[in-house]
Every structure is written in C-alpha cells, then in structure tokens.
Nanobody, 127 residues
Framework: QVQLVESGGGSVQAGGSLRLSCLAGIYSYTGRCMAWFRQAPGKEREGVAVINTSGGRTYYFASVKGRFTISQDSAKNTVYLQMNSLQPEDTALYYC????????????????????WGRGTQVTVSS
C-alpha cells in the first residue's frame, strides 16, 4: 500500500513563498519518480516538477521554471516543493504523485505514468 500525504499549503500574497511537503508511505522509496502536479478549478491537471528518487535528477515544467524547486530527503521519504515568487495563476490544488518504478536517469512527465496520488493541498495566491 502506498500513501502520499501532502502538507504546507495555504494562502499568500503575490510575490510570497510556500514550501510543500509530501510524505511517502512507501516500502521502497528509491527507484521511483515523484512529482508535483496541480489543478485549478475548471482546468486540467498539469505538471509542476519531477524528481527521480535515485540520484535526484529533476525536471520543471515551463510555468514554474526558475521559481519553484523540487527536492527530497530520502532518509525521511519526503519530497519538497519550494515555491517562490508566487503569482495568482499558481492558485490550485497541488498533488504529490509517485510512479511504480523509474529508471535511474529517467524523468516521468506524464500524468498517466503516475500510479499513486495524494489527496492534495490547496495553495491560494492573492493579488
């Protein structure tokens, strides 16, 4: 059984920062890709950032590149998303997701590649 629990969401003003955490209740944390996705009301779920847990290779989607940073603490089975320079368009429900497996240099960027999902944490950015 895989459980992903997100935390750290909240409300901030434009230009502010938040750090999201995802605690992965997974028997084998390494050898997977883990990612943050987000979904705003009336919009499709979109990718935010990806990390390969075996080595830490990362990928950022264009809308957040340069502002968000994904990282991990493998000893704690936790993935983080540091979000800086937040804008109202970043308002969404943020989900943590994990694949069943991920080759060491791979980065899974498609929603369909992720089999395990958390329930999400809300981020609201006001102007």
């Amino acid at each position: 059984q895989v459980q992903l629990v997100e935390s750290g969401g909240g409300s901030v003003q434009a230009g502010g920062s938040l750090r999201l955490s995802c605690l992965a209740g997974i028997y084998s944390y390494t050898g997977r890709c883990m990612a943050w996705f987000r979904q705003a009301p009336g919009k499709e779920r979109e990718g935010v950032a990806v990390i390969n847990t075996s080595g830490g290779r990362t990928y950022y989607f264009a809308s957040v590149k340069g502002r968000f940073t994904i990282s991990q603490d493998s000893a704690k089975n936790t993935v983080y998303l540091q979000m800086n320079s937040l804008q109202p368009e970043d308002t969404a429900l943020y989900y943590c997701a994990a694949t069943r497996g991920c080759a060491p240099q791979s980065l899974a960027t498609l929603t369909i590649e992720y089999h395990y999902w958390g329930r999400g944490t809300q981020v609201t950015v006001s102007s």
